[in-house]
């Protein structure tokens, strides 16, 4: 079974600073998709970032980039330029495409804080 | 384009009851997913619908199931609540893993909040 795991349950960060999220994650499949997804306090999830797991590059997306590591099944969030706007919760999750759709497991999240 | 909406947003019931919550997908996205997340065991993947079929579901009792309409929009059902079943229920649609781009991103609704006394 897939397994994700943040070691970090909480972070803070001061304003404009660089912060990185830590994700393992334990798999056995080849092929599969990788996200960070942001819940603001009392707020909607949203995507913040994917990465597919045939693809070397790592995904950026503005302040946000990742550092996947394929072989050591290590899927970290960098933050740059930190907003106090980007104070949430942040998951990780793995998604396996297998019996004809999709199944995400989300690791236990890191709450970030960023401070004035 | 409108995003993915769950009604009701809150909803208290009592243990033994029943309860049904309803997930309106993106237009075009024919996947529903459905995940169960408290504080103690954080998110957890319910069930996946598309085309009005189940595709995949997580390690939860019977007493949980869930069904899709032809219209994509996608309903779930507790039979005989329990305490634990207190949780914010969030689903989530996407294309489905066909051609579309990015086709197996999911996007989020609010949520429903359930509380079972």
């Known amino acids: 079974a897939q397994t994700v795991t943040q070691s970090q349950p909480e972070m803070s960060v001061q304003e404009a600073e660089t912060v990185t999220l830590s994700c393992t994650y334990d798999?056995?499949?080849?092929?599969?998709?990788l996200f960070w997804y942001k819940q603001p306090p009392s707020r909607q999830m949203i995507l913040v970032i994917r990465?597919?797991?045939?693809?070397?590059q790592n995904a950026t997306e503005n302040r946000f980039s990742v550092n996947f590591q394929k072989a050591a099944k290590s899927f970290s969030l960098k933050i740059s330029d930190s907003q106090l706007g980007d104070t949430a919760m942040y998951f990780c999750?793995?998604?396996?495409?297998?019996?004809?759709?999709?199944?995400?497991?989300f690791g236990a999240g890191t709450r970030l804080f960023v401070k004035a | 384009k409108a995003g993915v909406t769950q009604t009701p947003r809150y909803l208290i019931k009592t243990r033994g009851q029943q309860v049904t919550l309803s997930c309106s997908p993106i237009?075009?996205?024919?996947?529903v997913s459905w995940y169960q997340q408290t504080p103690g065991q954080g998110l957890q993947f319910l069930f996946e619908?598309?085309?009005?079929?189940?595709?995949n579901k997580g390690n939860f009792p019977g007493r949980f199931s869930g069904r899709q309409f032809s219209n994509s929009r996608s309903e779930m059902n507790v039979s005989t609540l329990e305490l634990g079943d207190s949780a914010l229920y969030l689903c989530?649609?996407?294309f489905g893993g066909g051609l579309e781009t990015h086709s197996y991103e999911q996007y989020f609704g609010p949520g429903t909040r359930l509380t079972v006394t």
């Open positions: 989530a649609s996407s």
């Open positions: 798999t056995s499949e080849n092929n599969y998709y």
């Open positions: 990465q597919e797991a045939y693809k070397q």
């Open positions: 999750a793995f998604m396996k495409h297998g019996g004809g759709g999709f199944k995400t497991i």
């Open positions: 237009s075009g996205h024919r996947s």
């Open positions: 619908y598309f085309s009005e079929t189940q595709r």
